[in-house]
């Protein structure tokens, strides 16, 4: 009789010492007196032209957070090296039948000052394996640091367990006392999920930022934030011409407070 492989063997979790990998060169070492944030969720780069639309979105981007990105085995994509960005990537699973990882992925056209993974406490059902949130900080022109969480979130779990992800943000941003972007796919599919992320961000002075993909995209629901403190919000809109993934890119401009 032969056993079924479990999932776990087929995705193995990368052990958390390699976990976060550094790649690319910046071209500055602190954000301007505005900048551009993109978050997207770029469906583990499945679909036909997701290179062409990353690169598009950088043009004019200083912070890209990426969800469900890609690493292609220990040497970078030309496109990293090419980019102008640093890119931090937190590894969460292996792919070894493709030769990548997955995981969250932030850029950003400044050196960072720190890089730090956080998993969740709790796994997802199928495939048994947690999800990972991404910190990293980035000087302002004032010299403080900007805190940058990219986050995908845990799902078809229970909103218990949803709420002890979320938690683990609050803490992040309870250990900074500064300026904070939160941006990601949060998965906020029922109105529990929605009312433990409003409290969250109630509770670290967060303000959502009013925009979102077409509610038609996830079945009526709205799964992609970005949430912020500390900075100003100048303009924001949905990226609705980029087709290589499921999920809509978001793009924020802030600027820095006086």
Known sequence: MIRALSPRLLMPLVPEADAVRVLGTP???????????????????????WLEDLTLLCADADIMALQEAVLHGDRPHDFHLKSGFEWVMGQSFAQRWRGRTNGVKTGARVVSLFRRMIRSRDHEPLLRLPKTTLATAYALRSGEPLLVLNIHAVNFVSARKFARQIAQIQEALDAHDGPAVVAGDFNTWNPRRRAILRAAAHDCRLTRVPVAAPRWRHLNQVLDHVYYRGVELVQAWAVLNVKSSDHVPLRVEFKQED
Request: proline share 0%.
């Open 27 to 49: 071209g500055r070492k602190a954000l301007g007196d505005s900048f551009t944030l993109v978050s997207w969720n770029m469906s583990k780069a499945r679909r036909r032209g």
